[in-house]
């Protein structure tokens, strides 16, 4: 049962989120990919302070405004329009900062993605100058552009190396 609400809660109904994010394509199941987006998105958040303090404002400057207006003793009437005003702004606000996070946790799941490119899909073991093909961990087969990969950067670790002189 636990299983199957986990599955449910981490998949990606409409596909709306694999399209503003297409990096989560190259993470191999559904909670793979919602615990890279979720990852990507409380560290987008831990860097940067703009969505909280855009918020604060707003809250901050709302509860200056309906104070002075209960001060001065607005009518009922103006203060249900500035209430709608105030909740069409704060929606308009939610948009920008979505809009605004998107270009940010996309990078953030390439980062992730650059991290893991070398570690074994199946147990995260670190690959690095594998040329066997196989995962010395857990023995899976290391896909034909994986191996590539690790195999190209290895030789380049091994110029600078040269380079270095360092054996």
Request: charged share 25%; net charge positive; aromatic share 10%.
């Amino acid at each position: 049962m636990a299983s199957t609400l986990s599955k449910i809660l981490h998949k990606d109904v409409t596909g709306e989120r694999l399209r503003e994010y297409p990096e989560l394509k190259e993470f191999p199941d559904d909670r793979r990919r919602h615990k890279a987006y979720t990852a990507a998105i409380k560290e987008v958040a831990k860097r940067n302070h703009f969505p909280l303090l855009a918020r604060l404002a707003f809250f901050s400057f709302c509860i200056l405004g309906f104070s002075l207006m209960g001060y001065l003793g607005a009518a009922d009437m103006l203060m249900r329009r500035t209430a709608a005003v105030a909740l069409c702004v704060y929606i308009l606000l939610e948009l920008w900062i979505y809009r605004w996070a998107i270009p940010r946790v996309r990078q953030e799941l390439r980062r992730m993605l650059d991290r893991h490119a070398y570690c074994c899909r199946q147990c995260g073991y670190a690959l690095f100058g594998n040329a066997s093909g196989r995962c010395p961990e857990c023995g899976t087969e290391v896909a034909a552009d994986q191996r590539r990969l690790i195999l190209s950067q290895a030789e380049i670790g091994l110029e600078i190396g040269d380079r270095l002189g360092v054996e």
